[in-house]
């Protein structure tokens, strides 16, 4: 951002897909990354509502798709966030049904966004391989690992066939995800201190597509 650049002159909706990442399972609503989002958006001059939340913690991809036809979304959002997979790879859900599935939800989120794949953007699946909970659970890092990779590269190829942002936390989430501080009680969901690392990240990605020509 720069000082000539000139934001929105009124509130634009907000509307964040996902599962317990997005929630914010163990935390309120104000310190997950997507509220937190918002709120610094608006911190930069940029209008944005908090966001309308469709997420449950545990969700797969089919099920938010689920969700969101129980319940369709109505009109039209100046940006919306994706994050979803990890329990498709917890739950060993084929990585090929992964990545179709995604797809259709990405679909889904672009014509939410009026149909354009530039007020859209995807965070990567954070790699949960790292916490207390894996260990606990006995579960290999590194298998966790290859396959989040997996994940992430089937999530990172879709988003460029369709030219939609794809933000990058999972690094932040090996670095940091096994440090108390960075989680809650149970030793496998976010505290708002990571939720706050992955908001830098996705802020300036969030901030570019706000301050664009609606359909640019």
Sequence with gaps: MTTTDTPPATATR??????SYTIGEGVPAADTWPFLLAAALRGCGIALDDPQVIATTGWTTDELAAAIDADPP??????????????????????????????????????????????????????????PFAQAQARDAATVAREIDDFNAAARACCGDY??????????????????????????????????????????????????????
């Design 14 to 19: 907000y509307l964040a897909l996902g599962d």
């Design 74 to 131: 109505q009109g039209t959002f100046a940006l919306v966030s994706l994050l979803v997979g990890v329990n498709n790879q917890y739950r060993g859900r084929p990585l090929a049904e992964y990545r179709q599935q995604f797809e259709q939800l990405l679909q889904r989120a672009i014509a939410l966004a009026g149909e354009n794949a530039r007020r859209v953007l995807v965070l990567s699946i954070p790699d949960w391989g790292v916490t």
């Design 163 to 216: 030219n939609v942002a794809f933000v990058d936390i999972t690094p932040a989430s090996r670095e940091r995800g096994a440090e108390a501080a960075m989680l809650v009680d149970d030793g496998l969901h976010p505290s708002a201190a990571m939720y706050h690392l992955w908001m830098e990240q996705v802020l300036p990605v969030a901030a570019d597509m706000l301050l664009a020509a609606p359909h640019a």
